[in-house]
């Protein structure tokens, strides 16, 4: 069975995205679950495989940040 060792929420527009930190026999991993109107995905990070993922999210929003967004751009 496994253990909830951390869990948090936000929504962001129309999903909400749970974030479980969870542990069993196996081992740590993270669950990060999307839920759009009662669909849910989900996928699973190994513990060990944490600080890659972040630094992966990092890089993408420096990048996002360094690009004009096609919304701001069309209201021009």
Not at 34 to 46: H, L
Request: glycine share 6%.
């Amino acid at each position: 069975m496994d253990q909830e060792l951390f869990s948090e929420q936000v929504q962001i527009e129309r999903k909400i995205f749970s974030f479980d930190l969870r542990e069993n026999p196996r081992g740590r991993f993270l669950k990060v679950t999307e839920d759009v109107g009662g669909r849910r995905d989900a996928i699973i990070i190994p513990a060990t495989g944490l600080t890659q993922f972040r630094e992966i999210i990092d890089r993408a929003i420096s990048k996002s940040d360094g690009i004009p967004s096609t919304e701001s751009v069309a209201a021009r």
